[in-house]
């Protein structure tokens, strides 16, 4: 099978920059079924599969640089210029797999059995910001070609990411019919995940090794990755019109590629920073930040220094999963279907920052007032915001061992959690009578604590705002749907149907009408400040503040109020009839 595509790539903010977006993905397979009796039978399957996507950078030259870069004007304009931010990369994935599968018939038991080998080899050619990345506060400073004094990063002779990695499981599985209305199905599988190639280059940074701080290894693999499951059938009345079923089984995730490829120790990847809020010209006009602008060989104070990233050994992520549900027929053409389903998501990937300590706790942080007190309120309040700016040094507790790096260091441990419980009804009509339906109804609730580990969306954040307090993220998810209603129907219209006129027959008759109906709780968002509050050195996740008082679905931003000595001591919001007032700095977010 082939498969050839060439979308417009519409990432870029502005049309200029849109650009093909080629994708091409094969697949071949071959497989030989084997009978030996009327018993058993045997599968061997062999099969290829290949994806490439492209994601390329226009045309369009910049005068004086090699290459494009992205431009942002954040606060006249608030836009970004030059082609899609993560252009150009480049996927390639090569999937080779091997498997046999056994069924063997024996009594009142159906066995199954069998092994599934893969290899995968990909590359992943992506370096962020490899084009340079510009962002400026004001208008006015790009025009004079002032140095960026929001971002100026570059990062330079990145090698390509390599997925290589083998994959193995085994299996075994038991349908044991117990007796004509009872059938018990047990089974059991182990997985195998190996360790990508790219993720064993963690133990070339090992001479930034601090024992008792941070070390780097190439992460281990699980060897003891079990999944059991477990399920009955059970049919109690002599007719089968009713049905009775429930199970139990846990079944593991992967770790994919984007998590291992933004971890990279700095011997793979070279980072350049020259934000400064100089006021010197000719920054673009002199290139920028050089593509030969290559590192000098890294040494233990200078690999520290660079360290952005840092991989656990393998924890893969797994979810516990339980049902139970009633079957009943009735009225010959009709089905109700009542069933709960429950998941608990366990180890999984939660982004978080090793070097990130927040300044603002429960017990130390500046308050929030809907409406300003009075002066002598203020001047009785203990906390200035200046003191808490004079422990930022805190700020970073890996820095005395030489981890300085302004970015931080970005981790994803498996510590994230799950769960879900949810309740449908389905009501079917068989297809009779000229007409079909089918309803159903669900009643959901998703609570988490990592949504997102990735810069996927907006409207959660990638990370908790407080790295030590993943617990406090906690709440319903962004991908909770309270209640959802489907209804779906084919009509199979009556009109002309017997008769014997061509016209009326073949033209005017034999319409079949079909609808759907979906209708479902909206999707949340967590507000966000986008402002460090809590002073830890990130303002990528902080949230608001909650006025229980104020208007549903409204924000306000907030002002600083002083004491008589002029410090910060609070703050206040400009519309006291918010809900969500902007939290600052020193303040505890508490959305």
């Not at 399957?45 to 954040?74: K, V």
């Not at 599985?173 to 007796?179: A, F, I, L, P, R």
Request: charged share 15%; proline share 6%; aromatic share 10%.
């Amino acid at each position: 099978i082939q498969n050839r595509t060439s979308a417009v790539d519409t990432g870029a903010q502005t049309p200029q920059f849109f650009t093909l977006r080629p994708t091409t993905a094969y697949l071949a397979s071959i497989s030989e079924v084997h009978t030996f009796g009327p018993t058993l039978m045997n599968e061997v399957r062999a099969s290829y599969n290949r994806f490439n996507d492209r994601r390329n950078s226009p045309s369009i030259t910049f005068p004086g640089l090699d290459a494009f870069p992205t431009i942002g004007i954040q606060t006249d304009l608030n836009l970004l210029l030059g082609p899609f931010t993560d252009a150009p990369q480049a996927t390639t994935q090569n999937t080779y797999q091997l498997a046999d599968n056994v069924t063997w018939n024996l009594n009142r038991h159906d066995i199954k059995f069998g092994f599934d080998g893969r290899s995968a080899i990909s590359s992943m050619d992506f370096i962020s910001r490899v084009r340079g990345d510009y962002r400026y506060s004001t208008l006015n400073r790009y025009l004079m070609d002032m140095a960026p004094d929001v971002l100026a990063q570059r990062n330079v002779g990145g090698l390509p990411y390599l997925g290589n990695a083998p994959a193995y499981y085994l299996y075994g599985n038991d349908n044991w019919k117990v007796t004509r209305k009872l059938t018990v199905n047990i089974g059991a599988r182990w997985e195998y995940n190996g360790v990508s190639k790219s993720m064993k280059e963690q133990a070339l940074n090992s001479l930034a090794d601090v024992p008792g701080v941070l070390t780097f290894a190439a992460p281990k693999a699980q060897l003891m990755n079990f999944a059991p499951r477990v399920g009955f059938a059970y049919s109690p009345t002599k007719s089968g019109s009713t049905s009775i079923r429930g199970g139990f089984g846990l079944a593991y995730d992967q770790i994919f590629d984007n998590i291992r490829n933004n971890v990279r120790p700095p011997q793979s990847i070279a980072n350049f920073t020259a934000t400064s809020s100089s006021t010197a010209t000719g920054f673009l006009a002199n290139g920028g930040i050089l593509p030969s602008a290559l590192p000098t060989a890294l040494t233990p104070i200078t690999a520290r220094a660079q360290t952005t990233g840092w991989l656990p050994d393998q924890k893969l992520g797994y979810a516990v999963n339980w049902n139970f549900g009633i079957q009943h027929s009735f009225w010959r053409d009709y089905v109700v279907d009542i069933r709960y389903v429950g998941t608990h998501g366990v180890h999984l990937l939660s982004q978080t920052m090793l070097n990130r300590v927040a300044q603002v706790t429960p017990g130390r942080s500046l308050p929030v007032f809907v409406t300003a007190p009075s002066q002598d309120v203020l001047n009785a309040l203990p906390l200035t915001l200046t003191q808490l700016n004079a422990t930022s040094a805190a700020i970073n507790p890996f820095a005395s061992a030489g981890f300085t790096n302004s970015a931080g260091i970005t981790a994803y441990t498996p510590q994230g959690n799950s769960k879900y419980h949810g309740l449908a009804v389905d009501i079917t009509k068989r297809f009779s009578g000229q007409l079909m339906f089918k309803a159903g109804y669900t009643w959901s609730h998703l609570l988490d604590d990592s949504t997102a580990e990735v810069n996927t969306t907006t409207l959660s954040p990638r990370r908790p705002q407080d790295f030590a307090n993943v617990r406090g993220e906690w709440a319903s998810s962004a991908l909770d749907r309270r209640h959802r209603l489907v209804a779906t129907s084919v009509w199979d219209t009556p009109w002309f149907r017997s008769n014997h006129n061509w016209f009326m027959h073949n033209v005017l008759g034999g319409y079949s009408l079909s609808g759907t109906y979906t209708v479902e709780s909206p999707q949340y968002v967590t507000p966000q400040s986008v402002i460090d509050a809590n002073l830890n050195g990130d303002n990528a996740t902080d949230r608001v503040v909650v006025n229980p008082n104020g208007v549903v679905g409204t924000g306000s931003d907030t002002k600083a109020l002083l004491n008589s000595a002029g410090q910060t001591v609070a703050y206040v919001a400009l519309d006291p009839t918010a809900q969500f007032p902007r939290a600052r700095a020193g303040v505890l977010p508490d959305s």
